[in-house]
Nanobody, 121 residues
Framework: QVQVVESGGGLVQAGGSLRLSCAAS????????MGWYRQAPGKQRELVAT???????NYADSVKGRFTISRDNAKNTVYLQMNSLKPEDTAVYYC???????????????WGQGTQVTVSS
């Protein structure tokens, strides 16, 4: 019904930048919140940033001032611009979309498969 696909991960040196993209597709009636989460080896998945359909944003304290989340509602796409990257930002980054499929009245959370971000020191 709804697919979520991330792209843009890779290997970067500390202090560098990366831009992640996430596109939701399929039989979508509407999308509410979209967000980015990450999971480092041996750690739980944690929130990085979220954005509402109206553009309100929320960030983890660890990324405030360095990461910027944005979205294009017409394209059902969310972006994460990551600047001043640190080795501790190394993780698999997952995209989440709270979407209502056309055939349902409920909203479900859909996850992408994740994209690896590695920051070398």
């Amino acid at each position: 019904q709804v697919q979520v696909v991330e792209s843009g991960g890779g290997l970067v040196q500390a202090g560098g930048s990366l831009r992640l993209s996430c596109a939701a597709s399929g039989s979508i009636f509407s999308i509410n919140n979209m967000g980015w989460y990450r999971q480092a080896p041996g750690k739980q998945r944690e929130l990085v940033a979220t954005i509402t359909s109206g553009g309100s944003t929320n960030y983890a304290d660890s990324v405030k001032g360095r990461f910027t989340i944005s979205r294009d509602n017409a394209k059902n796409t969310v972006y994460l611009q990551m600047n001043s990257l640190k080795p501790e930002d190394t993780a698999v980054y997952y995209c989440n979309a709270d979407a209502r499929p056309r055939s349902h009245y409920e909203v479900y959370g859909y996850w992408g498969q994740g994209t690896q971000v590695t920051v070398s020191s």
